[in-house]
Each structure stands twice: as structure tokens, then as C-alpha cells.
């Protein structure tokens, strides 16, 4: 097969992806402009509002059972209102993707969120999701000259233009570690907001400590408690000071799961608490399902998983309610319904019925349904509840539109792609040995994609293949059982090293039992000798190359040792000493800790700088020939991405590498000697490993475990979004660069000849790019079929996102444009 | 991360029947022509079927103590010895001097010898078992009542190369056969229908108890 061709195809599955993926991600279509009362509009203008100000606390992932459930909950405050009736408790099903940007948009405008929103918070500082043009709640408060004053978590002052707010101060999540400044800088304004509580109608406070604690040490923490307590003194401080015709609501934007993560669709990630509280609600009924029930619940253990409280609702609704109790209009694209209870305090029934219509009204005009008046008037408002409850799911099912010219040529043209590659390299391969194994891990995979359990699984159907892998090449190598067997023993311990997946949670891990306070310091020692020994291991052979390894190394190490410092981990006193002499060359006049948060930010951009640096000066030298005697860059080059891989990882895993490096020994040794550097081999290889590692680095298919923790190494204030994307990417993809990275030094060692490199270059990337190929097809498949599935947006299209990444990243970025580059470089 | 695939892999025997290969090299040496009609000989019978494996895998999946591995190992071992016994080995029988077979085919020494080296068995099964991701920390008890189970099911196999009644390459297909099906069932372990016969180690004692039947079964017909 011709290079020619291989690019054709190459660019060929490219465009597939890329056209399956404007049809399947389009931006959803939303009514601009905002709302005004349409039935009985002036009764309804000059009605009193139910309440005159509104308190809002958010506090970031309050899954339901934090406040409601006796086991966990910490709020004895709140449990005392709940009891006597000041307040009133929810559960809130709040729609996946549980991420905090997409759920504010739910809870101010009312809408479903769109799935691109759920990438968009990751990238912070777009503006595509700007809801200037949307109408909200806060649109609605600020049209009808109600002052708001907002604290906390910036991403609602990305969201809403800032003329909305009377007075603002955002507070950032940059460190996820930090526990307490974060809620601090939010608390520390409620004194002067409550002297001045005639000034303003609206306060959102929210606060992202509880999410952090939740993302660190999960919803068991140590450090819960005290932060229950510390957000019931707060409820405590700003009820006390309510008046009557005050609403306090407090609520979590989503929940978590039992790791303290969230963006699935699991039950703790989408049941959030709401609770409503005000000195009024003790003079009316309570809700049905919280009479004769005493907060805090204690909840039968064979319920314990399904994190329902008390009456549940859609977290949705909490706009069209508070639009009600405000006496404003519903904002346009909320497919909420008014909580059945809150509506009894309008005290008036003809009132009641009007605002019911008015729902009803709104709904059916983001339906695009049709009615007149009269069908609406005519009907009891029993009947409009279960006409609106019909309404909101198939509002909230058909959220998007996709566009099915675009899927149709996505898929069609994957298949025809597919099968005309698969034709073409049959040609050459002629279905020997390993292109059936690459058929068969490639079908496997594919048909995996069909249920959502295996999508979210897919670690052990890795795990599966590279265990039967190594058996079958075992079998066929028999005289080599002991080299077999130490990388079996590397491959289980890089399995028992993390959880993956959303079914399984164990508690003892390797990286959980290393994190743990009695073994910190261990973790420590691994990972100087991890970074030593990757650094090292081979690199003696000339001196630049030493020095090379020699600075990078040490640079990483002290990156690592002040970033786990600056985020009050504990680090053992050697190791500390040894960061401190490397960061005081940076900075010779302080000695004081506060040295490694300073260093932070330079050592990194030093890192990045002389790794790009090193890369340039390797290139041009080899270009220009002007060392004759380096003949081979790629050894050097290995050991250079080998350290970018580290330095992207997080510590716990950082070990792992050392692992890595035994394995890539023996592997290496296998490969040349037993199958005689096959490039079809060590291709399938590198990609089963390459996938392996990812999940056991704690990867899953799920949004909820991207990794940001690195992806602002160096960065400051100002930061460009594409810088912190590619960091993100290569934190996520650290592993599976290593293990792309490995098969160079098969490929291309010093025993080839630039033409043979060539040429391996060439056959390594066939059978990678037939499944990327394969998968694609089965993939877009399953999304078209099952685009009306309940797992569409938590399972299916985050998937598409993964696999978006590895065949443009993974495959394309790190295996063609940066390998070709460097294999044309010794042209 | 339960995704364990047990498994044997011949090892038991390896483990075990190295000391006694010393003695049998001369006897093996001998066989090696006749190593076809060895295969060839088994007396294939309907009765050859280990019907108690059947039952014992019925009353683990369905009857009250479900998925109870620990009752099943103390059904499973004299079960396995009255099988041994009474139907497979007399159905294997070596071509050179079938009749002296026969006399030796109740070896009572040995009955009572395999049983404890079985437990011996179990440390190589259940260091592959966890090798192929089998829990240690967690869930440690249930893969050491897996290993004994599964060591178990090769009972008649190991008595017989003992008893040098076949050879370790038959043997070796018993053990095959056991951990494919481990290997094989496990794969129902990450579906998310939260069946209680998907949690570990239920479709591995299922999957090797079907293997070896199957095996059983199958020396009737090849």
C-alpha cells in the first residue's frame, strides 16, 4: 500500500468524525427575547408578589442526603426549619451532564441543558455560552428593577453580563485543594449584605468549598462535617435576619458519587437538595410527603442508593416557582412546572389557576404547539399538571435537533471508508495472524459500543484483551514464560492502581493505599525514584544527552514536590529539602514555604520552555546535519515525552511510570527478538496499551473524570484557552503518549536505516487507523440509533467526545504529525 | 475492577506431577508411540458425564444457599473422589496392560493423597486468578474458595496422572477447558443489569464449572 493512499484514508476517517459531528452536535435551538405575562395581563401585573427578596445559596454538588439523610448530614439548623415547618425540603433531579455550568443555566433559565455546555465548562472563558440573549430569571429580576448582588463562583459571572448585578465579586476554582479561602471570600461579604438589606432584592451567594472537598476526598471526607456546619451557620445567620416576605433557598446545583465526582447520570450525581425557607411557610400546609416526617431521615438501607427525599421535583422547576412567587413571567425556554405546595401561597385560587395557564401557556409556545384561549381556559388545573408533566419530557428528551443529512453522510461515509481501507490493506496483509487479532479486538470494542454498561466499562474489556494478549502470545513464544510472566505481574499491578468505571469502587487501590497518611511519605520515595529512574535509565551515553535528562528531571521533580505543597499535601521532610534547594536557585532571597507556591508557576514554564527548546535544537541539528555523529534522535526524544507525561500526571500515578518502564523493557525485548520487530505488532501493541493505561490512570468515558488538576502547570491570570487545552489533553493522555511514544524505540532504532524507517513508519500506523475506522462506524451507528436513548447525553455522546480526541489527538496530532515529523527529520 | 478471569493453565499439574516426572520419564519415553491409542482408548460412555458437577452448579446457581461457594468445595470434594473412583478412571485405561489398570484403578493411597495436594493446587490457581485481576485485599476469601473450587474440578485428572493412567497433555486440555470458560464467563461481570450472579466470583464458578463439564463431556466424542 502506498503512502498516498494511507494519507486518503487517513483523511478520509478525519472528515467522517468531523461530519458526523456537526450533525450530531448542533446548538440547540432556543426562543431569544424575553417573556411578558399573556393571560389576564394586567390582574396579573398589579397581583403582590408573594415574596419581595430573594436569598439564593448555592453550594456546589449538595446531593440530597447532605442535608436530608441522618447518616451524613450535618445541618442541624436547617433540620430544625424543616421540622417546624419554616422550610420546606426537595429533592431536585437535576438533568445530566452534572456539570455546574449547564446547571446554572437550568436553574436561571429553565432549560435543558445542551450536551456542548458540559465541554463549554471546561473551556472557562468562552463566551459562546453566554446567556446575554437569553432570557432568565435574572433577566426577569433585572427588567423589572430588582437589584441583585452576586457572590461567588465566577462561571455566573460568565454567564450573565455584568450589568445584571449591582454589585459582583466571583471567586475562581483554580486550586480544587483549597477547602476553606474559597468559601471564606464569600462569607466574608453576608455581614455588610445584611446591614444593607433595604438596598438590594436579589442575593445569590455560591459556594464551592463542599465540591472541592467532594472532588478531593469524596462525599465521606473527614473535612464534610465541618463544612455541613459551617454552611448551617450560614443558613443560620441569614434566616435569622430574613423578614417575612423574605425566600431563602438553598440548593445544590448537582449531586456527586461515591468518589466525590460529577457529569454523569448516576442517581448521587443527579439528586440534588432544595430546600425553601421562610418565616411565611409556617402558616400553610406542608407538603404532602414531609408531614409527619422528622429531618433528619433515617433511610431503610435497601432505599440508601437512591438518594430520594421527601417530595421530588425536576430541578427545572424552581424557575417557572420563583418566576410565580416574584410575580414575574416564566422566562421563555424553561420547561419547568410550578412546584405544586409553593403554589398554595398565592392565597388566592382564581390567581393560582392563572399562573397554572400561564405555565401551561409557555410551555406549549416552546413546544410549538398551537392553542387558542379557549382550549386553555377550559381546563381544571389537575389536568394541567399532568398535560404540563407530558410536556416537559418531551421537551427535555428532544432537546436538540439533530441534523440528519449530516449524520447520514458521517456514517455512510465511515462504512464506505471502512471497507474500502479494509480492502486495500488485505491486499498487502492477506488476513495473516495479526490483522485478525486487530479485526477481532477492533469488533469486539465496536459492538461494546451498543451498551451503555460496556461504554462505561470499557476498562475491563481492555483488561480482558490484553490479558488473553499476553496468553496468546505466551502460547506462541513459549520459551519465554518468565519474560511473560513479570509483564503479567507489571499489567495486574497497573490494574489494581486505580478504579475505572462506574460499577465497581474499591476502596483499596494501589493509589488510594499511597495516599493514605501512613504511606504518603512511600509515595514520595516512589516518585523520586520513578522520576530518577525514567530519567536515567539509558541516557548515559553522552553528555548532553545526561544533562538534558539531568535538568528536565530535577525540574519536574521540584514541579511536583511545590505543587503538592502549595496544595497542603504533606510531603515527607527529605523530599522537601531537596525542592527547597532546586526552587532557591530561583528565588535566593526567600526561605519561608511560601517559596514553592511562588516557584510554581516558573519551574513549569522553565520545564515547557526547555522541552520545546530541546525538541527545536535536536531538529535543526539533525536537519542541518551538522552533528554527524548523532545519528538517532528518537532515544533522546522518548525520554524527553517521557517527562512531559509525567509532569502532566497527577502524583498518585506518577509511580505507575516506573512500572511502565520494566514493562517497556520486556516488551521491547519480545518484540525484537521473538517476533522479529514486526511493525504490525508493535503497533497493536502500543494501541491496546496505549487504551489500557488510559483507563487504569483512573480514565473512564465519562466527563466527570477529566482531569483538570494540570492543566493550568504554568499558567497564570491571563491565560490562552488552547494552551490550557492542550495541557488538559496531554494530562488526560499522559499514558497513552507513553505508550505511543514506546513503539519508536522498535521502530526506529539504531539498527535501521532512514528507509526502513520509513517504511515502518508507514506499517505502523496501518492497523491503528483500520480500528479507529471500525470503531467509527459502530459508534456513529449507535448514536443515530439510539439518539432518543435515556443514556444519549451521560453515555453515548461523551463517548463520541472520547473518541473525538483519540483518533484527532492520539492518533492523528501524536501518531502521525508528530511521529512523521520526526521520522522526515532524518530524511 | 472485578474483572477477574480465573484460570488454570496446566500448572496444578506442572507444580505437582514434578516430582513424580523423574520416575515416569522412562514410562512416558515408552508411551510416547503409543501416545494416539492412549487418547483413543477412553472408554466412551454416557455414564462418563459428571453428572454430580450438573447437580452441584443447579443447586449453586438455584437452591436456597445461593452462590454458596463454601458449601459447594465441601460437596464438591467427595463428590468429585467417588467419581474419580467408580467412574473415570476406569474408563481410561492404558493400551499397553489394561488389565493391570484395572487392578489399580482403586488406588485408595492416592485417593487420600490428591485431595491434600489439590489444596496445594489451589496457591498456583489462585495466583493466576488474581493475576488476571482477581481481588486481593477485598473479596480475598472469595477468591480462595474459587481456586479450591476450581482446583478441585481437576481432581480425577491429577489422580490419574498420578496414577499414570494418561498423560499431562490430556490433562493439560481438562485445565484448558476449565479456564476458557472462566476466562470466557467473565465477561458478564461490567454489564450494568446488577444481577446478583454478576458479582465476583459467581460468573467464574459458573463459567469453570461449565468448562470442565464440558471437557467431561466432550472426551466422550473426540
Not at chain 1, 422 to 446: M, W
Not at chain 1, 555 to 560: A, G, M, N
Not at chain 1, 605 to 617: N, P
Request: one cysteine or more; glycine letters at 4%; charged letters at 15%.
Amino acid at each position: 500500500m502506498r503512502f498516498k493512499s494511507l494519507l486518503i484514508c487517513l483523511s478520509l476517517q478525519l472528515a467522517a468524525v468531523f461530519i458526523f459531528c456537526i450533525g450530531f452536535f448542533p446548538q440547540k435551538s432556543v426562543l431569544n427575547g424575553s417573556s411578558t405575562f399573556q393571560i389576564e395581563k394586567s390582574l396579573q401585573q398589579e397581583a403582590p408578589p408573594v415574596f419581595s427578596k430573594l436569598i439564593l445559596v448555592v453550594i456546589d454538588a449538595l446531593r440530597s442526603d447532605f442535608i436530608f439523610d441522618s447518616n451524613i448530614s450535618n445541618f442541624p439548623f436547617t433540620h430544625s426549619l424543616l421540622n417546624n415547618g419554616n422550610a420546606w425540603g426537595f429533592t431536585a433531579y437535576s438533568n445530566p451532564p452534572t456539570v455546574t455550568l449547564p446547571r446554572l443555566k437550568g436553574l436561571t433559565t429553565g432549560s435543558t441543558p445542551n450536551f456542548l455546555d458540559a465541554i463549554l465548562n471546561v473551556a472557562e472563558d468562552d463566551n459562546s455560552s453566554n446567556l446575554k440573549d437569553q432570557d432568565s430569571l435574572l433577566n426577569q429580576f433585572y427588567l423589572n428593577n430588582k437589584k441583585i448582588r452576586f457572590f461567588g463562583d465566577d462561571t455566573w459571572l460568565k454567564l450573565f453580563p455584568l450589568d445584571y448585578f449591582e454589585e459582583h465579586e466571583g471567586t475562581n476554582s483554580f486550586f480544587v485543594s483549597d477547602f476553606t479561602q474559597v468559601d471564606n471570600n464569600v462569607t466574608r461579604h453576608i455581614p455588610k449584605q445584611l446591614q444593607e438589606k433595604n438596598d438590594w432584592d436579589v442575593l445569590i451567594l455560591h459556594y464551592l468549598g463542599l465540591d472541592h472537598i467532594g472532588h478531593k476526598g469524596g462525599p465521606r471526607s473527614k473535612f464534610m462535617p465541618t463544612k455541613h456546619e459551617e454552611m448551617d451557620g450560614i443558613i443560620r445567620q441569614l434566616y435569622e435576619n430574613l423578614d417575612n416576605d423574605g425566600l431563602l433557598c438553598i440548593l445544590g446545583d448537582h449531586g456527586m458519587n461515591e468518589l466525590g465526582n460529577h457529569g454523569g447520570s448516576s442517581n448521587g450525581e443527579t439528586s440534588a437538595a432544595m430546600v425553601f425557607a421562610s418565616p411565611k411557610l409556617s402558616n400553610f400546609e406542608l407538603p404532602s410527603k414531609q408531614k409527619e416526617i422528622k429531618l433528619p431521615i433515617t433511610k431503610p438501607s435497601e432505599d440508601e442508593n437512591s438518594f430520594k427525599y421527601l417530595t421530588e421535583i425536576q430541578q427545572v422547576d424552581f424557575v417557572p416557582t420563583i418566576a410565580t412567587l416574584f410575580n414575574l413571567p416564566i422566562p421563555r425556554n424553561s420547561v419547568g412546572i410550578i412546584i405544586e405546595p409553593l403554589l398554595k401561597l398565592l392565597r388566592n385560587s382564581k390567581l393560582e389557576s392563572i399562573k397554572l395557564k400561564e405555565n401551561y401557556k409557555q410551555l406549549l409556545d416552546l413546544a410549538h404547539i398551537h392553542s387558542t384561549m379557549d382550549d386553555i381556559s377550559s381546563l381544571e388545573d389537575f389536568e394541567l399538571f399532568t398535560k404540563m408533566v407530558s410536556i416537559q419530557e418531551d421537551l427535555t428528551r428532544s432537546a436538540t435537533n439533530y441534523f440528519y443529512e449530516f449524520l447520514a453522510a458521517g456514517i455512510i461515509s465511515s462504512i464506505i471508508g471502512t471497507i474500502l481501507y479494509a480492502v486495500l490493506i488485505t491486499k498487502d496483509l492477506k488476513f495473516n495472524g495479526i490483522e485478525i487479532i486487530s479485526i477481532i479486538i477492533s469488533l469486539l470494542i465496536g459492538l461494546s459500543m451498543f451498551g451503555s454498561s460496556f461504554v462505561e466499562e470499557e476498562h475491563q474489556i481492555w483488561w480482558w484483551i490484553v490479558t488473553g494478549l499476553i496468553t496468546l502470545s505466551l502460547y506462541l513464544k513459549p520459551n519465554t514464560k518468565l519474560l511473560h510472566l513479570t509483564l503479567f505481574i507489571c499489567v495486574r499491578l497497573i490494574r489494581g492502581w486505580n478504579n475505572s468505571g462506574q460499577k465497581y469502587v474499591y476502596e483499596s487501590t494501589i493509589s488510594n493505599i499511597l495516599s493514605r497518611i501512613e504511606y504518603k511519605d512511600m509515595q514520595w520515595y516512589l516518585i523520586l525514584a520513578t522520576i530518577t529512574f525514567v530519567s536515567f535509565n539509558d541516557s548515559m551515553k553522552n553528555l548532553p544527552t545526561f544533562a538534558m535528562s539531568l535538568s528536565l528531571g530535577v525540574l519536574v521533580f521540584s514541579f511536583k514536590v511545590s505543587w503538592s505543597i502549595t496544595n497542603g499535601e504533606k510531603v515527607p521532610f527529605v523530599i522537601k529539602d531537596m525542592a527547597r534547594t532546586v526552587v532557591k536557585l530561583l528565588f535566593p532571597d526567600e526561605s519561608k514555604d511560601i517559596i514553592f507556591s511562588l516557584a510554581l508557576n516558573p519551574l513549569a514554564q522553565l520545564f515547557f520552555h526547555c522541552t520545546l527548546g530541546f525538541l527545536v535544537i535536536k531538529l535543526l541539528i539533525q536537519k542541518l546535519k551538522i552533528d554527524k555523529t548523532v545519528d538517532n534522535i528518537f532515544d533522546e526524544l522518548t525520554k524527553v515525552m517521557n517527562l512531559v507525561a509525567i509532569m502532566q500526571t497527577r502524583p498518585s500515578n506518577i509511580p505507575m511510570f516506573c512500572v511502565f518502564e520494566i514493562m517497556k523493557m520486556i516488551l521491547v525485548k519480545i518484540i525484537k527478538h521473538d517476533y522479529n520487530s514486526n511493525p504490525y505488532v508493535t503497533s497493536i501493541a502500543s494501541l491496546v496499551l496505549q487504551h489500557f493505561t488510559f483507563f487504569q490512570f483512573g480514565g473512564t468515558n465519562s466527563i466527570a473524570t477529566v482531569d483538570l488538576s494540570n492543566a493550568y502547570n504554568g499558567v497564570s491570570e491571563n491565560y490562552n484557552i488552547y494552551y490550557v487545552g492542550l495541557l488538559m489533553t496531554i494530562a488526560n493522555f499522559a499514558p497513552s503518549i507513553y505508550w505511543a511514544v514506546f513503539s519508536w524505540d522498535i521502530l526506529y532504532s539504531y539498527d535501521t536505516n532512514s528507509i526502513l524507517r520509513r517504511q515502518n513508519f508507514m506499517k505502523s500506523k496501518v492497523l491503528p487507523l483500520l480500528f479507529y475506522f471500525i470503531i467509527g462506524c459502530f459508534l456513529f451507528l449507535s448514536c443515530f440509533i439510539l439518539r432518543y436513548h435515556l443514556f444519549i447525553w451521560s453515555v453515548f455522546s461523551p463517548k463520541l467526545c472520547y473518541y473525538v480526541a483519540w483518533s484527532i489527538f492520539m492518533n492523528c496530532i501524536v501518531g502521525w504529525v508528530f511521529e512523521g515529523i520526526l521520522v522526515l527529520a532524518h530524511w | 475492577m472485578a474483572k477477574k478471569k480465573g484460570n488454570k493453565n496446566g500448572n496444578p499439574q506442572n507444580v505437582k506431577v514434578l516430582p513424580d516426572t523423574s520416575k515416569r520419564n522412562i514410562n512416558s519415553q515408552n508411551l510416547k508411540p503409543n501416545k494416539e491409542t492412549n487418547n483413543t482408548n477412553i472408554k466412551k460412555s454416557i455414564l462418563n458425564t459428571p453428572f454430580h458437577l450438573i447437580i452441584l452448579l443447579f443447586l449453586y446457581t438455584t437452591q436456597r444457599h445461593k452462590f454458596d461457594e463454601e458449601l459447594l468445595l465441601y460437596l464438591l470434594i467427595p463428590l468429585q473422589i467417588i467419581y474419580t473412583i467408580f467412574q473415570f478412571s476406569s474408563n481410561f485405561s492404558n493400551s499397553n496392560n489394561s488389565k493391570k489398570i484395572s487392578k489399580r484403578t482403586i488406588n485408595l493411597t492416592l485417593i487420600l493423597v490428591v485431595p491434600i495436594t489439590m489444596v496445594f493446587a489451589a496457591i498456583p490457581i489462585g495466583l493466576l486468578v488474581i493475576l488476571f485481576g482477581g481481588p486481593i485485599l477485598e473479596n480475598y476469601k472469595k477468591t480462595i474458595l474459587l481456586s479450591l473450587n476450581l482446583s478441585n474440578l481437576l481432581l480425577p485428572i491429577i489422580y490419574l496422572s498420578f496414577n499414570k493412567q494418561i498423560s499431562i497433555d490430556i490433562g493439560k486440555q481438562y485445565a484448558v477447558s476449565i479456564f476458557l470458560g472462566c476466562w470466557l464467563s467473565s465477561i458478564v461481570i461490567p454489564l450494568d443489569w446488577d444481577r446478583p450472579w454478576q458479582m465476583y466470583p459467581v460468573p467464574l464458578m459458573v463459567g469453570g464449572y461449565l468448562g470442565s463439564i464440558l471437557s467431561y463431556v466432550l472426551t466422550d466424542f473426540f
